[in-house]
């Protein structure tokens, strides 16, 4: 879980640590666990963010732009959902 601190605008990530345990010597299939854990938590897309810097103002137009998105994608779940 991510905790956006507004007063000093930095990111904090708690103390949640991911495990994944390799069974049979099977490392292969434990990363592809880890990896799909880390897809889940949204970890590759903080990374992604994180590589270059992005101004106060790029980064509240992006947050809104993700916002409208999601909503008509609920929407559209809706109108597919309930038929109208």
Not at 3 to 21: G, L, P
Not at 32 to 58: A, C, D, H, T, W
Request: charged residues 45%.
């Amino acid at each position: 879980m991510i905790e956006i601190v507004k007063s000093s605008r930095i990111f904090e990530r708690n103390d949640a640590k991911v495990f994944v345990t390799v069974r049979d010597n099977n490392v292969d299939q434990a990363l592809r666990v880890l990896k799909k854990k880390m897809q889940r938590e949204g970890m590759f897309r903080e990374m992604k963010n994180r590589r270059n810097y992005e101004k106060p103002s790029e980064r509240r137009a992006r947050e809104t732009a993700e916002s409208t998105r999601r909503v008509r994608k609920l929407m559209r779940k809706r109108l597919e959902r309930e038929g109208f």
